[in-house]
C-alpha cells in the first residue's frame, strides 16, 4: 500500500490470486479496496473475475470476506481450543524457552536442555539470595556463557521475562488456564517465590518460615492458585486469632482458622 501511494501515477492494478491472500478481516479488505479505489487503482482477483465495481461485484467480495474471515476465526479456535487442551494435559504447545528444547514424543513435549538449563537455574539462585540484583545476576550467567539458541547474548528483557515465568518450576500458564506441567522443573517453587519476593521489593530481611505457632505455614498449598499458604495473627472488634490464607495477589481463594486447618490435617494424617 505505501508504493502504491508512492507510485499512484503509474500503478492502475493490483492482483492478487483471490481475496483470501488480500485480507482474512471484512473490515481490512474493506478498508484496502476502498483506499485502492481513491488512488484510482482497480483490484484484480484471478481466481473471482467476477469482483468488480458494480453492484453484484461488490456484493460478491463481501460475500468473500464473511467466508474468509469465518474460516480464519475458526482456525483460530480451534488452534486456542487444543492448546488449552495440551496445557491441560501438562504439555507445553509453543517454543520451548531458554533452558530447555522441544521435543516430539513422550508425556511432555519439553526436554531439558543441559547446555543452558544449569545457568538459568545458576540466575534463580543468584536473584533468589538477595546478594545480585537481575541485571547482575544476567551478567554474570551472560559471562558464564548463557546464550539464546540463536548464540547472542541474553537481553535485559529477555532474562526479566524468563525470571518471571513459572514454567522453570513445573507450571504452565496460559490466560486464566494453570496446570502442573509433565515436563521436568529446573527449579524448586520455593526458589521460584524466592525470587519473585526479591523482584518485587518484598523481605529484605530473612524471612523465618518454619514457625511452633504455624508449622503448616509454607507447607499446604493454595487449591486454586498451588502457591503456599502463608499465616498470622488476625484481630477482629472483640479477639485476636490465628489464620492461613493465600497471599497471592487476586487469588485469596483460601481463608481458615488455624485450629479448623490443623484439625483438617490431622484428620488426614490419622487416614493414611
Not at 547482575?136 to 532474562?159: C, P, S
Amino acid at each position: 500500500m505505501t508504493f502504491c501511494r508512492q507510485q499512484r501515477r503509474e500503478v492502475k492494478v493490483v492482483v492478487v490470486s483471490d481475496l483470501s491472500r488480500l485480507a482474512r478481516s471484512v473490515a481490512d479488505q474493506a478498508h484496502t479496496i476502498a483506499d485502492l479505489t481513491a488512488l484510482g487503482i482497480r483490484l484484480c482477483s484471478i481466481d473471482e473475475p467476477h469482483i468488480n465495481n458494480t453492484a453484484a461485484g461488490k456484493l460478491a467480495a463481501n460475500i468473500h470476506a464473511s467466508f474468509n474471515q469465518y474460516f480464519s476465526d475458526a482456525l483460530s479456535e480451534r488452534t486456542r481450543e487444543r492448546m488449552q487442551a495440551a496445557v491441560k494435559q501438562g504439555r507445553f504447545p509453543w517454543v520451548a524457552p531458554l533452558g530447555y528444547s522441544n521435543v516430539k514424543n513422550g508425556a511432555s513435549n519439553l526436554s531439558v536442555d543441559p547446555a543452558r538449563a544449569l545457568l538459568v537455574r545458576k540466575a534463580f539462585e543468584l536473584v533468589g539470595s538477595g546478594n545480585y540484583g537481575p541485571d547482575e545476576a544476567r551478567r554474570v550467567v551472560v559471562a558464564l556463557g548463557l546464550r539464546t539458541k540463536n548464540d547472542k547474548a541474553v537481553t535485559k528483557q529477555t532474562f526479566s521475562r524468563r525470571i518471571r515465568n513459572e514454567l522453570y518450576m513445573g507450571w504452565i500458564v496460559s490466560g486464566q488456564l494453570r496446570a502442573k506441567s509433565a515436563h521436568e522443573a529446573l527449579i524448586s517453587e520455593q526458589l521460584f517465590h524466592d525470587v519473585q519476593d526479591r523482584l518485587n521489593g518484598k523481605r529484605s530481611v530473612p524471612h523465618k518460615r518454619e514457625s511452633e505457632e504455624f508449622p503448616l505455614r509454607g507447607f499446604v498449598r493454595c487449591a486454586s492458585c498451588g502457591k503456599p499458604l502463608t499465616a498470622g495473627w488476625s484481630r477482629d472488634r472483640s479477639q485476636k486469632y490465628a489464620r492461613y490464607w493465600c497471599w497471592t495477589k487476586d487469588c485469596g481463594a483460601v481463608g481458615i482458622r488455624r485450629d479448623k486447618l490443623e484439625h483438617h490435617f490431622t484428620e488426614l494424617l490419622y487416614l493414611h
